[in-house]
C-alpha cells in the first residue's frame, strides 16, 4: 500500500499538490491537483488570493485520500517575501500584497540614501529588489501606520497557510532570509536592523528550519478531510525546495526557471563583498543552512505576460516551437525595471526595441524569440559574474522547474555559454519539498542520499553546444 506526503508548490503563476512516496531507492511523485495562481487588483493594490489559496490546498488533500494515496503529511511553499499581517485575535490586518504592486516604489531607493547599500548586504547578504519584504513593511509604515502599530504577528505566504492548517505560528528560515532582514551570520532576525528600520520586533516569531515538525492538522480540519496528517516545513521558500533538488551542487551551476529565472550556486557560507553586492547577487539562505548565491533574473514572467494577452491561445509549448522557425534577432535588457510590471508586456518591449533602434516584434514567434534571447543574454552575463567572483569555471548548468520544458531556451543556453545545460525535473521544486519530509520522518537519510535518490529517479534531459558561431556574436 502507498504511504505518501503532500507537497503543495505554489508558484506565482500555477500551484499544485503533488503526492510523493519513496520505493527502495526510487521516488515517485503524482500530480494530485493543479490551479492557476495570480495576482487581481483588489482595492487598488495587486494581491493574492489567500482564501482561494487555501481552498485549493484543502481540495488537494482531499483529492489524495479520494485517490487512495495515504497522506500522511504535508508541507507548503510558495514564492518568497510577501506576507501578512495578523491582529491581537489571529485577524488578517492585510491582504495578502503581491511584489509587484507598486506601493514599494521609491522606498528602496529612500533606504539606500540613508543607510547606503554596504551596511545592509554586509549584514543581509540580500539583493536589493524594491519589493523585499523590508520594503513593503515600510510602505505599510509611511502609508497605514495603524496597520503596524495594531500588527502582533507577522507570517510570510506559507507560514499563514500553514497557521491555518495547524493553529501553529512560526516563520520557516529558508523563506524569512528573503526579507532583506535576517542576519547573514548569526541566521537569526536583525533586531539591530528592525529597530533601525523603526519596524516592531515583537511581530516576528522564531525561525525555525526545514525538516522541522510543526504539528497535526487541527482538529475540525481533520474531520472535514477526513484524514490526520502532520505539518511538517519543507523550504518554504520555492526556490529553496527547487535548489535542494539540485544533485549536482559542487559541479554545476543552477536556474530554476519559471516566473523567474533564479541562477546561481550552492554555497556553504555568504559572498557579501563588493563585488556580489554590485551585481545585484543576494544569499538566500537555503536547506543545512547552506546559502543560494544567485541572482533575480526577470524570467518567464515575460512569456506568461504576451501569452495572457496575445489576442489568440497559445501554449507556452507552441510558443517556444514557433520561436524556432523566427528570424527575429533583436534582444532587450530584461533587467530593467520596466519588465516588473507594465501595462502591457507586448507595448513595453516593442518600445524597448524602438528605443534601441531593433526591428519591432510583432508576431507570436518573434516575441518569444526575442524574450528567449534576451534572457540566454542575461544567464550568460550572470554566469560571467559568478565565474568571475567564486573564481572558477563551471562546465554544467542545471535547468529545473516548469521553465526547463523549453527545448528552445535550453539549447539556445548550451549554444551561447559553450555549456552542457541539463534540463529536469520541472517539477523540482515539489520533489525538493518532499525531500525536507522524507528527512524529517527518517525515510531518507540525508540531503546527499535525497539528491542522489533525486538524479536516479526522475529523467533529466541533456542539451549539448551545436552552433559555435552564435556563441560569440553579441557576446556580454
Ligand atoms: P512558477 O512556479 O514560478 O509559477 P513554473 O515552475 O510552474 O512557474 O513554470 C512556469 C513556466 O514554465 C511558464 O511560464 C512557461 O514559460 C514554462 N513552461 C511550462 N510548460 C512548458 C512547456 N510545455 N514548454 C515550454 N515551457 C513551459
Ligand atoms: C520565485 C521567487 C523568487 C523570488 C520571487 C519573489 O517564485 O520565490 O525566488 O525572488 O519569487
Known amino acids: 500500500m502507498i504511504k505518501s506526503r503532500l507537497a503543495v508548490d505554489i508558484g506565482a503563476s500555477s500551484g499544485r499538490v503533488m503526492a510523493g512516496w519513496t520505493t527502495g531507492h526510487n521516488l515517485e511523485l503524482k500530480e494530485v491537483h493543479r490551479f492557476k495562481n495570480g495576482a487581481t487588483l483588489k482595492e487598488g493594490h495587486f494581491c493574492w488570493d489567500i482564501d482561494y489559496l487555501y481552498e485549493q490546498i484543502k481540495r488537494g488533500i482531499k483529492a489524495s485520500v479520494e485517490q487512495g494515496l495515504n497522506p500522511t503529511s504535508i508541507g507548503i511553499n510558495t514564492w518568497a517575501v510577501d ?186 557560507f555568504p559572498i557579501c563583498i563588493t563585488k556580489a553586492m554590485n551585481d545585484n547577487f543576494t544569499n538566500e539562505g537555503g536547506v543545512n543552512y547552506r546559502f543560494r548565491f544567485l541572482k533575480n533574473i526577470m524570467g518567464l514572467w515575460m512569456i506568461q505576460e504576451v501569452q495572457r494577452l496575445l489576442p489568440d491561445e497559445w501554449s507556452f509549448a507552441d510558443l517556444a516551437k514557433e520561436s524556432q522557425t523566427s528570424t527575429y534577432s533583436g534582444k532587450v535588457d530584461v533587467d530593467q525595471r520596466r519588465f516588473l510590471k507594465p501595462d502591457n508586456m507586448i507595448d513595453e518591449i516593442q518600445s524597448a526595441c524602438r528605443e534601441a533602434e531593433q526591428e519591432i516584434p510583432t508576431s507570436p514567434g518573434d516575441l518569444a524569440k526575442c524574450i528567449y534571447e534576451s534572457l540566454a543574454v542575461s544567464y550568460e552575463k550572470a554566469i560571467k559574474q559568478i565565474e568571475e567572483t567564486v573564481e572558477r569555471t563551471y562546465e554544467q548548468i542545471h535547468i529545473i522547474g516548469g521553465g526547463s520544458q523549453n527545448a528552445q531556451l535550453n539549447q539556445m543556453l548550451a549554444d551561447r555559454t559553450g555549456k552542457t545545460v541539463l534540463a529536469g525535473p520541472s517539477e523540482a521544486t515539489a520533489v525538493g519539498n518532499l525531500l525536507m519530509q522524507w528527512i524529517a520522518a527518517g525515510e531518507i537519510v540525508s540531503l546527499e542520499e535525497g539528491r542522489s535518490m533525486i538524479k536516479q529517479s526522475f529523467q533529466v534531459e541533456e542539451y549539448q553546444p551545436q552552433r559555435s558561431e552564435q556563441r560569440y556574436a553579441d557576446k556580454v
Open 83 to 268: 506576507f501578512v499581517l495578523l491582529d491581537e485575535h489571529d485577524h488578517r490586518l492585510t491582504e495578502a500584497v503581491s511584489y509587484r504592486d507598486a506601493r514599494t516604489d521609491g522606498i528602496m531607493e529612500d533606504v539606500i540614501d540613508v543607510y547606503g547599500k554596504e551596511v545592509l548586504y554586509e549584514r543581509t547578504g540580500i539583493a536589493f529588489q524594491p519589493f523585499n519584504t523590508l520594503y513593503q513593511l515600510l510602505a505599510i509604515k509611511r502609508r497605514q501606520p495603524d496597520i503596524l502599530e495594531n500588527a502582533q504577528t507577522f507570517l510570510m505566504v506559507p507560514d499563514y497557510l500553514h497557521f491555518l492548517l495547524t493553529g501553529k505560528k512560526t516563520n520557516e528560515y529558508t523563506n524569512a532570509t528573503t526579507t532583506q532582514l535576517m542576519n547573514a551570520f548569526t541566521k537569526k532576525w536583525d533586531e539591530d536592523l528592525l529597530t533601525e528600520m523603526g519596524l516592531p520586533t515583537h511581530i516576528f516569531q522564531d525561525t525555525h528550519l526545514p525538516g522541522t515538525k510543526l504539528s497535526p492538522l487541527k482538529a475540525d480540519l481533520q474531520r472535514e478531510l477526513g484524514v490526520s496528517l502532520d505539518v511538517i516545513l519543507p523550504a518554504t521558500h520555492d526556490t529553496a525546495s527547487a535548489i535542494a533538488a539540485v544533485p549536482e551542487w559542487q559541479t554545476s551551476l543552477y536556474i530554476s526557471s519559471g516566473t523567474w529565472s533564479l541562477i546561481g550556486i550552492e554555497n556553504p
